[in-house]
């Protein structure tokens, strides 16, 4: 399995403000994705996270509204800017092992008012 | 667009049952076959995955999986009340960046 941490585990922000949250792994991984579960509902992939290059985004998001960096092998942050009420969610990132098995971190539950 | 289908149930069991969640997906390029567990309020968890047509038993869990009717289930015998949980089966294309998750099955496993 993987050991990933998450920071902060919840918040709960003011509209049109930013939160940045950290994604930790306990040993270097090539693939790293950031997700969405809003309520009642199943994962929405948001983007691959590529070591030293952009990430890629899926259809509907954009790098505007979730800046993602990835400085190294380990570590990744999303960025969800000028929240809105409706990016009230749950957001994760996972990690693939050499395995092909997919691992989630504990995850950010983020209320916007 | 690849699917990935579940019925979002809930799946109400007694307890030491056995529940069977299945799954249907469209790509038919899919090669690996997950399920995954989640609590209320917690993050998915791994508990099963399978690649090869057939059944893999693991514990009280096997999952099974037919490739050519583009199907896989999970099978929980003798379910317990902490088996209670939504239940998601993703796929994906064996080059690990195409994972498509279907919508959850909530289980109920009743004492």
């Known amino acids: 399995s993987a050991v990933i941490s998450q920071k902060p585990s919840r918040d709960i922000c003011q509209r049109g403000t930013s939160l940045t949250i950290q994604c930790q792994v306990d040993s270097q991984v090539t693939m790293m994705f950031w997700y969405r579960q809003q309520p009642g509902q199943s994962l929405t992939l948001i983007a691959t996270a590529n070591q030293g290059s952009e990430a890629t985004y899926e259809s509907g998001f954009v790098i505007d509204k979730f800046p993602i960096s990835r400085p190294n092998l380990t570590f990744s942050t999303l960025t969800v800017s000028n929240m809105s009420p409706e990016d009230s969610s749950i957001y994760l990132c996972?990690?693939?092992?050499?395995?092909?098995?997919?691992?989630f971190g504990p995850g950010t539950r983020l209320t916007v008012l | 667009q690849k699917e990935v289908e579940q019925n979002s149930g809930p799946l109400s069991v007694p307890e030491g049952a056995i529940a069977s969640l299945n799954c249907t997906y469209s790509d038919r390029g899919s090669q690996s076959f997950f399920w995954y567990r989640q609590y209320s309020g917690k993050s998915p968890e791994l508990i099963m995955f399978i690649y090869s047509n057939g059944d893999k038993e693991d514990g009280r869990f096997t999952a099974q999986l037919n490739k050519a009717s583009q199907y896989v289930s999970l099978l929980i015998r003798d379910s317990q009340p902490s088996d209670s949980a939504t239940y998601l089966c993703?796929?994906?294309?064996?080059?690990?960046?195409?994972?498509?998750f279907g919508p959850g099955t909530r289980l109920s496993v009743l004492p």
């Open positions: 993703a796929v994906n294309d064996n080059y690990g960046q195409n994972f498509v």
């Open positions: 996972s990690v693939i092992r050499e395995s092909n098995e997919q691992f």
